[in-house]
């Protein structure tokens, strides 16, 4: 009677992968700009990535509407201007709730909410008394609603509420936050199931002491490694070291029971001179081979079973936020959907048989290590010419692209079916295409000095017809 039936195998097997379960990759959507695409578009961008989750700052209608039925599950915010509304009236709470959650659930998935951003941090001001009351009235709209059992509360905090993060094993919360504020908190992630969000941003680390850390250790590339003098431990990343000083933090209170979210994290692509570290090619290998890192490895050193779940911070450069040039610089796309830098979003990017993303880097010449070119294998793909290119530089590659390229430029002569619209754009667009339809889309093929870069969407130049293979 030993013998297992298929049946009983298959779901031993299932749940044999669902323990060893990686973790999910996400992206927040910020939109602190006056150039950005319009929701419907983007969530067919994030379709198009395979992302399958992501994060906003608030609870903006056009943007939930958008991600109604698109599989897309969202985390929202419940910003920090209204905390102390939230806090001191139920009332205002459950009108929230209902029109805000409730309104859009459960054809837009929201899975979580965010009480403010950052509330809890470095010091104690005038709103932090506001977040542990707020969770508990906006945790209470959602019980009489009957939607607590899907959608948790929390609070993302920043790592500066950490007291000490070093070694991770010695990590403790703000002796002066704990009893009036961290405590309540966790109370509340453990009573209501939920739990910790935490933005970790190694970034800002390495950026203040980058004479003592090194670069390799916080972007996640090949390295000795730091031991952990407490445990003895070996951190292969910054980022887990952080991770695993908020968890050693939490366990010093003796919530070893919690989980947390990483709802934040990102490297700059760009910076001011003082902004040490802040590059496209640092940018390209923190946030690519983070993906690698949680869509193909386990928990951290303290928590190897628990996966990593993280947001990556952001979806697109965001021209209208204060500050240094760095903060303007988080983004893994430009507004006009072209990738700042060609890294794998999704499980499928990095198996590499997802279309390639419209991208403007030399693609066989990949700066981070997420692992080498992929061929696009399936979905239709058109290599375009970026508008926004030199005009020197497009001509090059047209030149390029019909001469040595082999490309069939015929259609682009005078007379030619695609001669019309007579740009130099629409021309090189044309002729890219055809060069990279006959290298069977291979990565590296839509390039072109990084003139071009790979559509997902048909092109339309007028009457003109582009192929698509070969
Ligand atoms: C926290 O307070 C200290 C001391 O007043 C101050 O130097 C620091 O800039 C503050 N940090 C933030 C993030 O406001
Ligand atoms: C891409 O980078 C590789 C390696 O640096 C180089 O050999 C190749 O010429 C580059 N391709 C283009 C089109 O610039």
């Known amino acids: 009677m030993a013998s297992l039936s298929f049946f009983n195998f298959l779901i031993l097997f299932l749940s044999a992968i669902a323990v060893s379960d990686a973790g999910s990759v996400g992206i927040n959507y910020g939109r602190v700009a006056d150039n950005l695409p319009p929701p419907d578009k983007v969530v067919q961008l994030l379709k198009s990535q395979g992302v399958a989750k992501v994060k906003i700052f608030d609870s903006d209608s056009a943007v939930l509407t958008a991600l109604a039925n698109s599989g897309i599950s969202v985390v929202v915010c419940l910003p920090n201007e209204q905390l102390a509304s939230a806090a001191n009236d139920q009332s205002f709470s459950d009108g929230w709730v209902q029109a805000n959650i409730a309104k859009y659930y459960p054809a837009t998935?929201?899975?979580?909410?965010?009480?403010?951003?950052?509330?809890?941090?470095?010091?104690?001001?005038?709103?932090?008394?506001?977040?542990?009351?707020?969770?508990?009235?906006?945790?209470?709209?959602?019980?009489?609603?009957?939607?607590?059992?899907?959608?948790?509360?929390?609070?993302?905090?920043?790592?500066?509420?950490?007291?000490?993060?070093?070694?991770?094993?010695?990590?403790?919360?703000?002796?002066?936050?704990?009893?009036?504020?961290?405590?309540?908190?966790?109370?509340?992630?453990?009573?209501?199931?939920?739990?910790?969000?935490?933005?970790?941003?190694?970034?800002?680390?390495?950026k203040d002491n980058s004479k003592t850390i090194s670069l390799d250790y916080s972007l996640f590339k090949d390295n000795p490694g730091v031991v952990d003098s407490g445990n003895g431990l070996r951190y292969k990343s910054l980022f887990e070291a952080q991770v695993d000083?908020?968890?050693?933090?939490?366990?010093?209170?003796?919530?070893?029971?919690?989980?947390?979210?990483?709802?934040?994290?990102?490297?700059?692509?760009?910076?001011?001179?003082?902004?040490?570290?802040?590059?496209?090619?640092?940018?390209?290998?923190?946030?690519g081979n983070?993906?690698?890192?949680?869509?193909?490895?386990?928990?951290?050193?303290?928590?190897?079973?628990?996966?990593?779940?993280?947001?990556?911070?952001?979806?697109?450069?965001?021209?209208?936020?204060?500050?240094?040039?760095?903060?303007?610089?988080?983004?893994?796309?430009?507004?006009?959907?072209?990738?700042?830098?060609?890294?794998?979003?999704?499980?499928?990017?990095?198996?590499?048989?997802?279309?390639?993303?419209a991208s403007n880097v030399n693609q066989t010449a990949p700066v981070n290590n997420w692992g080498g070119v992929s061929k696009a294998t399936s979905g239709q793909t058109w290599c375009m010419a970026s508008p926004n290119a030199e005009a020197e530089e497009l001509q090059e590659g047209l030149d390029y692209a019909c001469g040595e390229g082999g490309a069939d430029c015929g259609p682009i002569q005078p007379n030619g079916a695609c001669y019309n619209p007579n740009s130099l754009v629409a021309h090189a667009s044309y002729a890219y295409n055809s060069y990279y339809q006959k290298k069977a889309r291979v990565s590296g093929s839509c390039f072109f000095s990084g003139t071009a870069y790979v559509s997902t969407q048909p092109p339309s130049f007028g009457n003109c017809q582009f192929p698509t293979g070969y």
């Open 109 to 206: 998935k929201i899975e979580a909410i965010a009480i403010g951003n950052e509330v809890i941090a470095e010091n104690i001001t005038d709103t932090t008394k506001f977040v542990v009351p707020a969770m508990k009235t906006i945790q209470a709209s959602l019980v009489k609603l009957k939607l607590d059992s899907n959608i948790k509360v929390s609070s993302p905090v920043a790592i500066s509420c950490l007291g000490n993060s070093y070694p991770a094993s010695a990590g403790s919360f703000k002796t002066n936050q704990v009893q009036s504020t961290i405590i309540p908190m966790l109370d509340f992630l453990r009573e209501t199931g939920s739990y910790l969000m935490v933005n970790v941003y190694p970034f800002f680390a390495y």
């Open 245 to 287: 000083a908020v968890y050693a933090a939490m366990s010093a209170l003796t919530y070893d029971d919690l989980k947390l979210v990483v709802t934040e994290t990102g490297w700059p692509s760009a910076g001011d001179a003082a902004e040490v570290g802040a590059s496209q090619d640092n940018a390209a290998a923190y946030n």
């Open 290 to 357: 983070l993906v690698r890192r949680v869509l193909t490895g386990n928990g951290t050193p303290l928590r190897p079973n628990d996966p990593l779940n993280v947001y990556i911070f952001a979806l697109f450069n965001e021209n209208q936020k204060p500050g240094p040039t760095s903060e303007r610089n988080y983004g893994l796309f430009y507004p006009n959907e072209q990738r700042v830098y060609n890294i794998p979003l999704s499980q499928k990017g990095l198996n590499g048989n997802q279309s390639p993303p």
